[in-house]
């Protein structure tokens, strides 16, 4: 079975510092892994997702990941933040039936 | 194009009603899942239709069903409301061919039962 462990539950960063979200999924198929954002009271926004291919993926604002197959890691990173960036981030593995595992989110507090 | 529309936004409801959530895809997109969002445990699913077919089911009480119409919109229902069902309901479309492989998700219908 699938599952995703996300390894920070908040992180606080300053303003333009860079920023890592850890994620570590285990699975036994091949894997889709997907990174969301999602401010207050809104949906989840896809920022950027691996199928195949090249194992740095970039996003939208800024977002990219590296797929790292031996470490079963897909962590996310930005080399500077905005405070509009301040949201609860989800790593998530679409599983061998075709739904989404989640991990726990990453609460992202950005001050200036 | 047009995104995932969740209808309504916000629903105030006591225990032991029924309630129904409404979700219309992106043009285009056969598949919906829907999933409720807690504080306490995360983002859970709960089912996904294709094609008016019930496709897969997560671990949720009878109480909770759901349906896919011809036009793909999906609506979800759940009967005898528990405190315990406030949460942020929460479709997804998805995309299943190629390159644009994803799940697009609405806004979310927030549920409060009182």
């Known amino acids: 079975a699938q599952s995703v462990t996300q390894l920070d539950s908040q992180v606080p960063v300053f303003e333009e510092a860079p920023v890592e979200l850890r994620c570590n999924y285990s699975s036994s198929v091949s894997v889709y892994l997907f990174w969301y954002v999602q401010y207050p009271n809104q949906g989840l926004q896809l920022l950027l997702k691996?199928?195949?291919?090249?194992?740095l993926v970039k996003g939208i604002n800024g977002f990219e990941a590296e797929f790292n197959k031996s470490q079963t890691s897909f962590h996310l990173r930005k080399p500077s933040v905005h405070i509009s960036d301040t949201a609860e981030y989800f790593c998530?593995?679409?599983?061998?039936?075709?739904?989404?595992?989640f991990g726990a989110g990453t609460q992202v507090v950005v001050t200036p | 194009k047009a995104g995932v529309t969740q209808t309504p936004r916000y629903l105030i409801k006591t225990r032991g009603q029924q309630v129904t959530l409404s979700c219309s895809p992106i043009?285009?997109?056969?598949?919906v899942s829907w999933y409720q969002q807690t504080p306490g445990q995360g983002l859970q699913f709960l089912f996904e239709?294709?094609?008016?077919?019930?496709?897969n089911k997560g671990n949720f009480p009878g109480r909770f069903s759901g349906r896919q119409f011809s036009n793909s919109r999906s609506e979800m229902n759940v009967s005898t409301l528990e405190l315990g069902d406030s949460a942020l309901y929460l479709c997804?479309?998805?995309?299943?061919?190629?390159?644009?492989?994803?799940?697009?998700f609405g806004s979310g219908t927030r549920l409060t039962v009182v």
């Open positions: 239709y294709f094609s008016e077919t019930q496709r």
């Open positions: 998530a593995v679409r599983d061998s039936w075709g739904k989404l595992q």
């Open positions: 691996y199928l195949s291919g090249s194992t």
């Open positions: 043009s285009g997109h056969r598949s």
């Open positions: 997804a479309s998805s995309s299943e061919t190629g390159a644009s492989y994803g799940y697009t």
